[in-house]
């Protein structure tokens, strides 16, 4: 797995930082106030400091930016970097602005002098978050960063609070792994077997094979997965860290590579649906970051892994297959998989767990990308107390993330002739009919949220917080709404 770069807080140490290698960093406020920091590394660098937070251009540096010197005299370190700041930054910008510090972060380390300042974790993490880079398949690798240290008033305080910041961080990292992870590498197997490992963490993890999902009667999923030689499997992560009242259920698509089956993708930017396991990716982070931080609250994460690609055995256009459900399905797409591979996983989640509410996400349609871009995740929900709670978690950790609408209209459109539904409903509002699909599969009395993640799990560009390429988007959001609404005390 990749990890996180090192961080530790230590006591403010005037003395230490003319000593200090590799990057030190001051914070300057809205005012261009650098505090004691700042006097003491304006006395060391001959007022070089002073020079730079006094100047005309320094007025224009925002939020969030950075202004470097380089070899400052007086000091051992390479770079001195002013970070602006003002005194009440919002999480937000305290971790956006950790991210832009991630771009000094060099082999000899940073020393980020933080001191009295609020949010000095939020900047860490921030930093830790943004300095992921994937080369688990390169053969060169970057050389390694050093190690980041904090320095503030109560550095023992500060590194108790940043328990959960750094759980997290590691999570993310899981997720991005996985996403980022092609397609030969990153099996069904190995997925799974990736997901096993987790039971180190306490986690209870089970896989269904293909003879287990056949005496269930997933027989969409398993149609999906029939023509791949990967196997089938459903992965079933449950931490108990509650008492005994119903689980949070969260399920995530794991299409491992679409090909489109049958109906089969163009050949340019195929290559992009190794990401389309974001999904579990993302439940599977989630799980990671439960366990890592021992939440006192029950969640199982359920995670469907196949492969939808093409053989003579392939489900065809047109077939029709019986789900968990009952309910039949005239597959007028195989390209349409990632539904049908929910469908089942979903039910036999309420079946089994009855949980008080579900959540699905998943790399689900394109046309999400359309509606939404890159900047925002399409919610879709049946309960208003439900999605809201999810939204302002979202809200709360920067993610971005949309309401959509449903309706039985939009129903309509999935009308079948010979089937009880189709899995398509035409091209006008692709991922609304996705949606409406998938809560057929949702019990009445469920409540129920759908996250389409297509446009934010993987970007073509750099984010404040991530590098291009997987984003792990979720796993903060999916942890705050536990965190928040399902913890006891
Ligand atoms: N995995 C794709 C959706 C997708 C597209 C995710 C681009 C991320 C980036 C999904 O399985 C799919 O192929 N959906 C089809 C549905 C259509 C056949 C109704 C789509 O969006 O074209
Ligand atoms: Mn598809
Ligand atoms: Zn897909």
């Known amino acids: 797995m990749t990890d996180p770069v090192s961080v530790s807080f230590a006591a403010t140490d005037l003395d230490a ?20 920091v700042g006097r003491r590394v304006n006395k060391l ?9 006094e100047s005309e251009g320094f007025a224009k540096v925002k939020t969030g930016q950075t202004r470097t010197i380089a070899m400052p005299v007086g000091m051992e370190a390479e770079t001195l970097v002013v970070l602006r700041l003002p005194k009440k930054a919002t999480q937000d910008e305290a971790r956006r602005a950790g991210g832009a510090l991630a771009a000094t972060l060099g082999t000899g380390g940073l ?7 609020r949010r000095a974790g939020d900047i860490a993490f921030g930093l830790m978050l943004r300095a992921y880079a994937f080369d688990a398949r390169k053969t060169e690798k970057a050389d390694a960063k050093g190690a980041v240290t904090v320095m503030v008033a109560d550095p023992d305080a ?3 609070a940043f328990a959960a910041p750094r759980a997290l961080a590691e999570s993310v990292f899981f997720t991005r792994d996985l996403v980022n992870e092609p397609a030969n590498v990153l099996t069904t197997t190995e997925f799974a077997d990736r997901l096993l490992a987790m039971k180190d963490l306490g986690l209870k993890v089970e896989v ?4 287990d999902m056949e005496k269930l009667g997933m027989n969409a999923l398993l149609a999906v997965g029939m023509a791949s030689v990967m196997p089938s499997k459903v992965v079933v992560m449950q931490w108990n860290g509650g008492g005994d009242e119903a689980p949070l259920a969260l399920i995530g698509k794991g299409v491992v590579f679409d090909t489109g089956g049958i109906s089969l993708k163009p050949a340019g930017g195929m290559e992009e649906m190794t990401m389309d396991m974001g999904g579990a990716g993302v439940v599977a982070g989630t799980m990671r970051a439960l366990a890592l931080r021992k939440a006192k609250a029950n969640v199982v994460g359920l995670v469907g892994l196949v492969e939808n690609t093409v053989a003579g055995n392939a489900q065809r256009p047109g077939d029709v297959v019986t789900t968990m459900k009952g309910d039949t399905v005239e597959v007028i797409n195989t390209d349409a998989e990632g539904r049908m591979v929910l469908c089942d996983v979903m039910w036999y989640a309420q079946d089994r767990f009855k949980p008080a509410g579900m959540i699905d996400l998943a790399t689900l349609t394109g046309a ?5 871009g890159h900047e925002h995740a399409g919610i879709f929900s049946n309960d208003d107390a439900f999605c809201g709670a999810l939204l302002k978690a979202a ?21 079948s002739r010979i089937a009880d539904c189709k899995n398509v409903g035409g091209r006008p509002a692709g991922s609304i009919t996705a949606a409406e699909f998938l809560k057929r599969f949702v019990k009445d009395d469920t409540p129920w949220c759908h996250i389409d993640i297509a446009g934010v799990a993987l970007k073509s560009g750099d984010s404040p917080l991530s590098p291009k ?12 709404l536990v965190a928040d609404g399902y913890e006891k005390g």
């Open 17 to 36: 930082i003319a000593t200090a290698k590799g990057t030190v960093v001051v914070l300057a406020d809205e005012e261009g106030r650098t505090g004691p």
């Open 45 to 53: 660098t001959r007022g070089a400091l002073n020079r730079l937070t």
């Open 111 to 117: 020393t980020l002098c933080a001191d009295k300042a």
């Open 158 to 160: 500060a590194e108790a």
């Open 208 to 211: 269904l094979e293909e003879a």
């Open 368 to 372: 999400m990308i359309i509606a939404l």
């Open 395 to 415: 809200g709360t950790e920067g993610e971005g993330a949309w309401r959509m609408p449903l309706g039985d209209k939009y129903a309509e459109q999935l009308k």
């Open 469 to 480: 390429g997987a984003t792990g988007w979720g796993v903060l959001t999916l942890d705050r």
